[in-house]
């Protein structure tokens, strides 16, 4: 478990490149660890974050975030369960706080049309 990695992904490279080529190259900072959940993106003069999430870590829905690990199966399904609590308490106090949170799936990235344009509405 070592190798993987917290920051700088692959995944989190990809929507920088994105954010970039939609125009706020220079209006963000990298991993707000002010902030509840320690966004991935913080456009500050927005108030908004960006959180991107690995789809089997934060228990999405898609097929690869619903594939259950056999070994030590009841260890990885409550910890998977502990990162979703904890990301609902993130989203919930950063609102509070007046941020503008979005969540963008490791699965999502693939299809780069739909991610510029996602961006682009939250950004814009």
């Known amino acids: 478990m070592r190798a993987v990695k917290s920051r700088d992904t692959a995944p989190e490279r990809a929507v920088r490149a994105a954010v970039r080529e939609a125009g706020y190259a220079r209006r963000y900072r990298l991993n ?4 509840p959940g320690k966004p991935d993106l913080v456009f500050g003069a927005m108030a908004k974050v960006v959180f991107v999430h690995g789809c089997f870590w ?10 259950q ?6 260890y990885w399904r ?14 919930k106090r950063l609102k509070r706080e007046g941020w503008s949170a979005l969540v963008i799936w490791e699965c999502e990235i693939r299809n780069r049309a739909a ?3 996602k961006l682009a509405t939250f950004l814009g």
Not at 32 to 35: F, N, P, R
Not at 58 to 67: L, N, P, S
């Open 32 to 35: 707000g660890a002010a902030l």
């Open 69 to 74: 690990p056999k070994d030590n199966a009841a």
């Open 58 to 67: 934060h228990g999405h829905d898609c097929k690869r975030g619903a594939r």
């Open 78 to 91: 409550a910890k998977i369960e502990r990162n979703l609590a904890r990301d609902r308490a993130s989203l």
């Open 115 to 117: 991610l510029a344009r």
